[in-house]
C-alpha cells in the first residue's frame, strides 16, 4: 500500500469514544495514516516494567478499519517523572553546569548508560508488541533529535564519552596538544581527563576544542538514534524506520543521522513561529526540501506539515487561504512522497494547545479541513505516477556541518553566517527555476555540472585533491572567500597565501582582506557595466591568470578584482571575493547556468516559482505563487492544464495559487 497523505494523532489525548468519529473525518479527507505514540511514554509505561498498549492497539485496529495504517514513534523525547524520579542523573546539565529539571520535554541526558537501558526495555518492548501486527507500516525514532536540547548535555556522562571521543581521534594527548595549539594560553594537557567540556568561562574556549565539541555532540546525537534503529531493525526488519528532521538545523549532521534510516522525513512550518512573524521566505522552505531530499537522494515523508496557526505562550498567524493546498504542493514538488500533517485536532493542554491542527478545539471541521480536502483530491493523480521517482537536478551545493559549526564558533563579521550563504546561492538559482541538490564532503562532484562551495573555510589535502580533480575533467566550481584559511582542527594555514594550494586552480592570490564593519563597498560587473554592493567582506586578490568578471569601485582596493574565473584543465573555477549584492549575483549565476547549458523550469515573475517533477508516465510543472497578489504568468505551450489551472490559463495565477500542468514524458 502506497501511503500519500497522514496525520499527526494523539488518541491519548481524548476521550476513547472521539476515536471513530476521527477515524470516519479522516476517511472523507483522504488520510491513509497516522502517526502515533511519540510522547507517551508514561501511558506506555506508567511504572517501570508495566507496559500497557492497549490503548494504542484499540486506535490502530480501528483507524485501520477504516483503511488507515500507523506509524509509532518511540517515545525517548520525553522520560516520564517516575524515572527522573527514580534515575535523577539523567537530568541534562548546561553550560553553567545547573541541572535542568523535569518539565517539557528532552530533560535527558543521551550518553546515559543509564537512560539508554531504560530506552532499551521500552523499545525492545514495543518492537516485540508490534513487530507481527500488518496495520504497522513503520517507525519515527524519538522526536526531532537535537530540538530543545540547546548546546546538548555537558554533565559528567557526557565528559567521559567526549574524553573517549578525542582519544579515539588523537591517540594521545600529545597529538592533541599538537593539533589543537594548546600552547597558547598555557592550555597544555597531561591525560585526556583534564579536558573540559565547554562549560562558561571568562573569556573564550579554544576553537579546536569547540569545533571537536560540536563533532562530539553530533556523533552522539547520530548514536543515540542508531542505537535505537538497531533494536527495532532487529525486531522487525520488514518495517520502515525514519526521523523527522528540521532543515537546517544544525545540532547533528542529518548526512550521517541518515545513513541507517530507511528514508528522511521532515518538519515544516511555513508561517514560521509564533516569534517569527514574517514566516520563512519561500526559497528558504524550497532550499529545505530539497536539503531533506538530498540526504539521501531519494523521496522523502514530511512528517510534519503546518495545517494552523502555531503557538505556543503566543500565537502565530493563521494560514490564509490556499496556502495550506500552495505549502502541499510545495512539498510535493521538492520531492515529498508522503504528507503528514500536524496535527489532527488542536490540544486543550499542555505546553501546545495554541499549536492548531486542522481540526480547532472544538474538533468539528472548519475551512481548513475542506482545503486538505480538496488539495488531497487533487494531487493523488499526480502523486500516484511520481512516487518513488527521484528528483535528479545538474547543480548542486556542497554542505557542511564542519564548515557550518566553525563559523558559529568564529564568525568573523557579526552577520556572516554559514547557513545564510549557503541560502544566497541557492536563492539566486532559485529565481532562475534552476533545480539544485545538497551534496557533503563525502558524495561525487562528477554527477553535476556546477558545484557551489561557499566559505569553505577547513581544508584538508581530499578535499583540495576532490576540488581539483573535478575542475580538471570539466566542472565547473565555484568557491568564495575564506576559502582553505584553517585545517580540520581549526588552526589557520601558516606555509602560503590563501586561497592556499588551490591557488592554480583558481588563478588568483589573496593579497589581504578587509572585514566590512558597518560598512559596503561599490561592485561592477564589467561585461555589461552593472553595478551593485558588496557588504560583509572582501578579499583583495591578484590575479595569476585568472580572468576578471567584477571589479571593486571603491575603498583602497578599487579596481582590483572582486569576482573571478579560471579555466583549468578541462574545466572552469570562479572564485567570488565578497558577498555580492542580488543584482550582481544574478549575473554570476545567468554566466554559469549558460557555460552549463543548465535547464530551467520557465520564466516566472518574483515570488512565483515553477518546478517539474518527472513521472513514470509524464512530466509535470508546479506552478507556485508565494505572494498575497494576483501574478501574471507565461506557461510553455508544451505543458497541458491538469489541475487547478482555471485562472491561470488565462495567464493570471491568484493569491497563493497553484497550478499543476502536465506533458507526456513518453515520446
Not at 498567524?317 to 508522503?338: E, F, I, N, Y
Request: net charge negative; aromatic share 12%; proline share 6%.
Amino acid at each position: 500500500m502506497s501511503v500519500y497523505f497522514g496525520v499527526d494523532y494523539y488518541p491519548e489525548h481524548w476521550p476513547k469514544e472521539r476515536l471513530e468519529t476521527d477515524a470516519v473525518l479522516m476517511k472523507k479527507l483522504g488520510i491513509q495514516a497516522v502517526r502515533m505514540g511519540e510522547f507517551s511514554w508514561a501511558k506506555f509505561e506508567p511504572e517501570k516494567g508495566e507496559f500497557h498498549f492497549e490503548w494504542l492497539d484499540d486506535a490502530v485496529n480501528l483507524l485501520a478499519e477504516y483503511g488507515i495504517k500507523s506509524v509509532i514513534g518511540t517515545p525517548t523525547a520525553a522520560p516520564p517523572a517516575w524515572i527522573i524520579e527514580d534515575d535523577p542523573q539523567i537530568l541534562p546539565v548546561d553550560e553553567a553546569g545547573e541541572v535542568k529539571g523535569f518539565g517539557g520535554r528532552h530533560h535527558d541526558c543521551q550518553s546515559s548508560p543509564v537512560y539508554r537501558e531504560h530506552i532499551r526495555r521500552l523499545v525492545t518492548a514495543m518492537a516485540e508488541h508490534y513487530k507481527n501486527n500488518t496495520n504497522i507500516i513503520g517507525w519515527q525514532i524519538d522526536n526531532e533529535l537535537g530540538n530543545s536540547h540547546e548546546k546538548l548535555c555537558m554533565c559528567d556522562s557526557c565528559k567521559e564519552a567526549f574524553h573517549r571521543f578525542l582519544e579515539d581521534k588523537y591517540g594521545s594527548v600529545q597529538r592533541l596538544n599538537q593539533e589543537w595549539g594548546t600552547a597558547f594560553w598555557s592550555q597544555d594537557y597531561s591525560n585526556f581527563g583534564q579536558i573540559p567540556v565547554p562549560r562558561a568561562t571568562p573569556t573564550v574556549h579554544s576553537p579546536s576544542l569547540l569545533l571537536d565539541w560540536k563533532r562530539f555532540c553530533s556523533h552522539l546525537v547520530v548514536d543515540f538514534q542508531n542505537f535505537q534503529v538497531n533494536i527495532i531493525k532487529k525486531i522487525c526488519p520488514h518495517h520502515q524506520v525514519t526521523h523527522n528532521l528540521m532543515g537546517f538545523y544544525d545540532k547533528t549532521d542529518y548526512f550521517e543521522l541518515a545513513e541507517e534510516l530507511d528514508f528522511a522525513s521532515n518538519d515544516q512550518y511555513p508561517t514560521g513561529y509564533y516569534f517569527d512573524p514574517p514566516g520563512q521566505p519561500d526559497f528558504e522552505i524550497s532550499a529545505c526540501l530539497d536539503f531533506i531530499r538530498s540526504v539521501k537522494k531519494k523521496n522523502f515523508w514530511m512528517m510534519e506539515l503546518e495545517s494552523g496557526p502555531t503557538g505556543g505562550q503566543l500565537v502565530g498567524r493563521m494560514p490564509r487561504p490556499g496556502q495550506l493546498k500552495l505549502w502541499t504542493s510545495h512539498c510535493v514538488a521538492h520531492g515529498a512522497d508522503t504528507i503528514v500533517y500536524f496535527r489532527w485536532r488542536t490540544c486543550l493542554f499542555g505546553a501546545e494547545q495554541y499549536w492548531h491542527g486542522i481540526l480547532p478545539h472544538n474538533g468539528v471541521p472548519e475551512r481548513r479541513y475542506f482545503e486538505i480536502q480538496e488539495t488531497i483530491r487533487g494531487l493523488i493523480p499526480v502523486m500516484k505516477d511520481i512516487s518513488a521517482v527521484t528528483v535528479k537536478p545538474k547543480a548542486a551545493i556542497l554542505f557542511s556541518y564542519e564548515q557550518d559549526w566553525a563559523f558559529q564558533i568564529q564568525p568573523h563579521h557579526p552577520e556572516l553566517n554559514y547557513i545564510d550563504q549557503i541560502k544566497k546561492y541557492y536563492n539566486a538559482f532559485y529565481r532562475k527555476n534552476v533545480p539544485l541538490d545538497f551534496i557533503s564532503e563525502k558524495e561525487k562532484l562528477e554527477d553535476y555540472k556546477v558545484v557551489i562551495a561557499p566559505l569553505q573555510l577547513l581544508m584538508d589535502s581530499m578535499l583540495e585533491e576532490k576540488f581539483r580533480a573535478y575542475v580538471k575533467n570539466g566542472g565547473h566550481l565555484v568557491l568564495t572567500m575564506r576559502t582553505g584559511v584553517k585545517n580540520r582542527n581549526s588552526v589557520c594555514e601558516g606555509t602560503q597565501a590563501l586561497p592556499g594550494r588551490l591557488a592554480d586552480v583558481l588563478g588568483i592570490t589573496v593579497l589581504e582582506y578587509d572585514c566590512l564593519l558597518g560598512m559596503s563597498v561599490d561592485i561592477e560587473w564589467i561585461l555589461d557595466k552593472t553595478w551593485g554592493h558588496a557588504k560583509k567582506w572582501c578579499d583583495v586578490l591578484e590575479t595569476k591568470g585568472a580572468e576578471p568578471l567584477a571589479f571593486y569601485r571603491s575603498e583602497f582596493y578599487r579596481d582590483t578584482p572582486a569576482i573571478t574565473v579560471n579555466s583549468f584543465g578541462k574545466g572552469k573555477a570562479y572564485y567570488t571575493a565578497t558577498e555580492p549584492d542580488d543584482i550582481i549575483m544574478s549575473k554570476v549565476v545567468d554566466r554559469i547556468i549558460k557555460e552549463c547549458g543548465l535547464e530551467s523550469a520557465g520564466c516566472s515573475p518574483d515570488g512565483v516559482e515553477m518546478t517539474v517533477r518527472n513521472g513514470r508516465k509524464k512530466d509535470y510543472l508546479f506552478v507556485l505563487n508565494h505572494t498575497d497578489l494576483y501574478q501574471t504568468i507565461q506557461v510553455s505551450a508544451k505543458w497541458i492544464p491538469f489541475v487547478w489551472c482555471g485562472e491561470s490559463q488565462s495567464g493570471k495565477l491568484p493569491p497563493y495559487g497553484t497550478a499543476i500542468y502536465e506533458k507526456c514524458c513518453m515520446d
